[in-house]
């Protein structure tokens, strides 16, 4: 009976200690977190929701602010110029996204084979225009490409040839292809040489006591084990493929006639809003990439995540 | 793999707010700031009483004009601000009178732009201030450009009348005479370019500043403002002169397909690839500093005519300085203003190398007889001043030039690098502004 009661009584103090506990640990769990959420609310969800408010308006010259509803969605989404410029990075995409990968894979495979004499030194050549700005990059290659005083113009005076102008209409989306390429191989190439450096060597030990050859390991052994690295690679690849819009800026002042001011989307997004101070269409365009951005980006992890 | 996911995500997010970033950047609601206050302004009060007045501008001389100005009246400090050259000077301005706060005291606006801020109202009409007394002091170009009926919304500050400026060395070189029509020209461009092929008259990746003026002088009148009513027409008879002459060049590839101010194109002005430029006179300060290797090579003369015997030119730049709505102090603004473009405050800047808006100085004996090492000792400015006076009248940009000039290349750029003709161009350009006038709410004819 005492001991009913004193357990009766003895019962509720923990538990009130416990809530207690919670509310406090809930506390210093903010303590850590808020930083973070203050700054990520600030920096991130702000401008996002003010990008989705600015979207409903339209600002006119003559007439001022008015809300328009979602009528600036509806003019995106029936926009040529958007369109086209969508169309545009997807083909760069489709192109320029398996060409880069591609090489990085095999110097990440030849570093990582052991088979190359100074592979540190390899390994720094191809990771450091990595290294080199944008914008630098662009202006660089600018030069090589100009034909007029550039290096393919010296090349066409030195060997009396007439090589294809690369900043030509047809030609700089691939120019540009050429530059992203030369920027991001090496960085791809370190992603995939540090997945490969945490295979364990006991499975290619395991492979050559079964009789595999170097390609067969290849296949089955290395590739499997980096696959997660080659998905998180194209999904980079393809945000920054939607994001395109130092290289064709810098490009633009030497080619103004084959870069057009809606070239790219993110081009098309910068235009509007400094040159025709279309800040509310601007916001629209930006939202309409940024989700077909993230649609596409996500259906590309669900589909590499996939177990074969 | 649910943290992986998340974390990734999070990635596709951030690209979200980066691009969205772009957007957000500057602010929307163009509203009038209000503070339009009008009646007599006592200037000379304000000037006593002191101040600070904040100036954007990047043209140079005004450094002098800012020093000036202090050592007369003390108690005015001016802080000069480069606040940008050009569009992305007028993008930081537009947002500062957007923001209602930040925006400058006085502001240097090309002539092509100040439609853009006088339309939305956000620059003060100066005339309540005694502006319309300097009436006549300009010439008429540049005045046409900053007034409109009754208001004048800034004060001419320098101007661009063209003129034709050639490398005397390849001309002679290749015994070509200096052409004074448009045919000559032509003709000139296919006798050098087949002497040396390296060699082109001029170069052009399509440029709408200098297409709009060579329309001017040929006599065209593409856009017409009253008020929100804009008309816009490529059709007419000066245009199509244009189009037909330039076409002819890029039929034949006689234009070096190089875009001004490149490396490349000051490395072909000073190797004489790059023959001739036809542009404005504020051009010499320009060659002397950025090819000078080729001092003495290069001469001035007039522009080539339409009609042969004609005597017409155009402007091509130029800057006035404004004053904002926004602005806090606008007597004092307004006094600098004044002192900068007008009188000894205009000659002290003409002596340091800026082109005259005012007659005065167009007319003065110093300025007139001013030799040039550069042109060999020539008196170049006596053939500017000449294409002063000769500047074709009644021209006038749109309201939304700066974003019509934004879109020059989308449209006409294509006559450069493909079969689509100048007149189709200049059609597409046509449309596209007309286009983006009815967005904005203007009432657009064709």
């Known amino acids: 009976m005492t001991l009913l009661s004193t357990s009766a009584q003895a019962a509720p103090p923990p538990r009130r200690q416990a809530r207690f506990r919670l509310r406090k640990e809930a506390l210093v769990g903010w303590g850590f977190a808020g930083p973070f959420v203050a700054v990520f609310g600030l920096v991130f969800l702000a401008p996002i929701g003010y990008a989705l408010y600015l979207s409903l308006f339209q600002d006119r010259l003559i007439g001022g602010t008015s809300f328009v509803g979602l009528d600036n969605y509806g003019e995106a989404l029936t926009d040529p110029r958007f369109w086209d410029g969508l169309v545009r990075v997807g083909l760069f995409l489709l192109v320029q996204v398996p060409v880069m990968l591609g090489i990085a894979l095999l110097a990440a495979l030849a570093i990582d084979s052991g088979r190359l004499y100074g592979k540190t030194f390899f390994r720094v050549t191809i990771f450091l225009p990595y290294a080199v700005p944008a914008v630098v990059a662009g202006l660089i290659w600018g030069f090589m490409y100009g034909t007029q005083f550039g290096l393919v113009g010296n090349i066409n005076d030195a060997l009396g040839v007439s090589l294809p102008d690369p900043l030509s209409p047809s030609l700089v989306l691939a120019s540009i292809g050429n530059i992203v390429t030369w920027e991001f191989v090496g960085y791809n190439m370190l992603i995939f040489y540090s997945a490969l450096k945490v295979v364990p060597r006991s499975l290619y030990e395991a492979a050559a006591i079964d009789g595999a050859g170097e390609w067969r390991v290849v296949r089955s052994v290395k590739l499997p084990a980096i696959r997660s690295a080659l998905v998180i690679a194209t999904i980079f690849s393809i945000i920054g493929s939607f994001q395109l819009f130092n290289e064709p800026s810098i490009l633009q002042k030497l080619a103004p006639n084959a870069i057009t001011s809606d070239f790219t989307p993110n081009l098309y997004t910068y235009s509007l809003s400094f040159s025709g101070q279309q800040h509310n269409y601007a916001a629209t365009v930006a939202i309409v990439m940024g989700v077909l951005t993230a649609i596409i980006a996500y259906a590309v992890q669900l589909r590499g995540m996939r177990k074969g | ?446």
């Open chain 2, 1 to 446: 793999m649910r943290t992986h996911t998340t974390r990734r995500l999070l990635g596709a997010l951030s690209v979200l707010a980066t691009l969205t970033l772009t957007a957000t950047a500057c602010g929307s609601d163009a509203s009038d700031t209000g503070a339009g206050d009008s009646g007599p302004k006592d200037i000379n009060a304000a000037l006593e009483k002191g101040g600070k007045v904040t100036v954007w501008a990047w043209e140079p001389t005004l450094k002098k004009a800012a020093e000036d100005f202090e050592k007369k009246y003390p108690k005015v400090d001016i802080e000069l601000v480069n606040a940008g050259t050009g569009d992305k000077q007028y993008t930081a301005l537009q947002n500062a009178i957007a923001a209602g706060s930040g925006a400058p005291d006085v502001a240097q606006v090309e002539y092509y732009a100040l439609g853009q801020f006088t339309i939305a109202k956000s620059v003060e009409d100066l005339s309540p201030y005694g502006a319309q007394r300097y009436g006549t002091s300009f010439t008429s170009g540049p005045w046409n450009a900053v007034t409109e009926d009754k208001a004048i919304y800034a004060l001419p500050m320098d101007s661009g009348p063209m003129a034709f400026f050639y490398n005397k060395k390849v001309f002679d070189k290749h015994h070509i005479k200096v052409p004074t029509t448009w045919d000559e020209y032509v003709e000139a461009a296919r006798t050098l370019h087949k002497a040396d092929p390296k060699i082109f008259i001029t170069n052009d990746t399509g440029d709408a500043g200098a297409t709009t003026s060579f329309i001017w002088q040929a006599g065209g009148r593409p856009y017409q403002t009253d008020g929100t009513n804009v008309t816009i027409n490529f059709g007419d008879e000066g245009t199509q002169k244009y189009a037909a002459t330039w076409q002819k060049l890029l039929d034949e590839k006689l234009v070096a397909p190089v875009s001004s101010w490149s490396d490349a194109w000051y490395k072909g002005l000073a190797d004489g690839s790059i023959a001739t430029l036809s542009i404005g006179a504020w051009m010499p300060a320009n060659l002397t500093s950025g090819v000078a290797s080729a001092s003495g090579d290069w001469r001035v003369a007039p522009l080539p005519q339409w009609t042969k015997g004609d005597k017409v030119s155009a402007e091509n730049g130029g800057s006035s300085l404004a004053v904002p709505k926004a602005a806090k102090n606008k007597e004092l603004a307004y006094a600098f203003t004044e002192f900068a473009t007008t009188g000894a405050g205009a000659s002290a800047r003409v002596a340091q190398g800026s082109f005259p808006a005012t007659r005065a100085d167009l007319e003065s004996k110093a300025f007139l007889d001013t030799k040039f090492p550069y042109f060999g000792g020539q008196q170049a400015n006596q053939i500017f001043a000449e294409s002063a006076r000769n500047v074709g009248a009644d021209w006038s940009y749109l309201p939304f030039q700066v974003y019509a000039n934004s879109i020059f290349n989308d449209t006409v750029g294509k006559a450069y690098v493909s079969s689509t003709k100048l007149t189709d161009g200049l059609k597409a350009w046509q449309d596209a502004s007309v286009k983006y006038g009815k967005d904005q709410g203007f009432t657009v004819n064709k």
